[in-house]
């Protein structure tokens, strides 16, 4: 039997850095550290791409919002809606033939997306940039490890059972197998005191009980 050999294929390897690389470490911090403003623009990024909007004509929008308000709430949602102008969905149904007040919403979706625009997450044409997708998947990313934290109805959640690298819990006597590093020894001075001992004696020694969290491993896989 004769076996035919087929050349190899060349593989290209390619270089270059895993991370974000738009985003600098003080935007990166500011979704870490939840701060509003940060947090608040990568909402309005992440719903808008959500709803296949990856760009916005701020005049077009005011008009869309004159014109039929019920058609532009279908389209953005009150969410966006509320990002966009400051105000609440159905504030604006209600006052939307007051030409004051609509000239006022104008000129906040012009604030709020020339912002975007000074903070670079959207171009010249009002499109979503790199960095706004970045700063989307963060905050996404962050949102997943904060839910992956165990917690119990009220504040974190411990394990029942004792841990030698827990927290300290609680007081109990000594006993054989306990280890000298959870020795309490306020205590154990304290009831050997009012024994009225000279010297401490092993009925004396109190131990530190030690309680473990709630453990989450989170493995990140890249290929």
């Given at each position: 039997m004769e076996c035919e050999a087929t050349p190899r294929e060349e593989i290209e390897e390619a270089t270059g850095k895993l991370g974000f690389k738009e985003l600098d470490d003080g935007l990166m911090h500011s979704v870490i550290d939840n701060d509003k403003k940060t947090v608040d623009q990568a909402d309005f990024i992440k719903e808008s791409i959500n709803k296949g909007i990856g760009a916005f004509t701020p005049d077009l929008l005011f008009e869309q919002l004159v014109d039929n308000y019920s058609t532009a709430k279908n389209i953005y949602g009150p969410s966006l809606i509320r990002q966009l102008t400051g105000y609440d969905d159905s504030y604006i149904e209600k006052n939307v033939?007051?030409?004051e007040f609509m000239a006022d919403v104008k000129k906040k979706i012009h604030q709020n997306l020339?912002?975007?625009?000074?903070?670079?997450?959207v171009d010249k044409n009002y499109e979503f940039t790199e960095k706004a997708a970045e700063l989307a998947a963060l905050s996404c990313f962050v949102e997943e490890i904060e839910n992956l934290v165990p917690k119990g109805t009220i504040g974190k959640k411990y394990h029942n059972k004792t841990s030698h690298y827990g927290v300290k819990n609680d007081i109990k006597t000594y006993k054989k197998g306990d280890r000298y590093k959870d020795l309490a020894m306020k205590s154990t001075v304290k009831a050997a005191i009012r024994r009225g001992h000279r010297k401490l004696t092993k009925g004396d020694l109190r131990i530190f009980t030690r309680q473990s969290k709630g453990r989450v491993h989170v493995i990140i896989a890249m290929d």
């Amino acid at each position: 039997m004769e076996c035919e050999a087929t050349p190899r294929e060349e593989i290209e390897e390619a270089t270059g850095k895993l991370g974000f690389k738009e985003l600098d470490d003080g935007l990166m911090h500011s979704v870490i550290d939840n701060d509003k403003k940060t947090v608040d623009q990568a909402d309005f990024i992440k719903e808008s791409i959500n709803k296949g909007i990856g760009a916005f004509t701020p005049d077009l929008l005011f008009e869309q919002l004159v014109d039929n308000y019920s058609t532009a709430k279908n389209i953005y949602g009150p969410s966006l809606i509320r990002q966009l102008t400051g105000y609440d969905d159905s504030y604006i149904e209600k006052n939307v033939g007051i030409p004051e007040f609509m000239a006022d919403v104008k000129k906040k979706i012009h604030q709020n997306l020339d912002q975007l625009k000074k903070d670079g997450l959207v171009d010249k044409n009002y499109e979503f940039t790199e960095k706004a997708a970045e700063l989307a998947a963060l905050s996404c990313f962050v949102e997943e490890i904060e839910n992956l934290v165990p917690k119990g109805t009220i504040g974190k959640k411990y394990h029942n059972k004792t841990s030698h690298y827990g927290v300290k819990n609680d007081i109990k006597t000594y006993k054989k197998g306990d280890r000298y590093k959870d020795l309490a020894m306020k205590s154990t001075v304290k009831a050997a005191i009012r024994r009225g001992h000279r010297k401490l004696t092993k009925g004396d020694l109190r131990i530190f009980t030690r309680q473990s969290k709630g453990r989450v491993h989170v493995i990140i896989a890249m290929d």
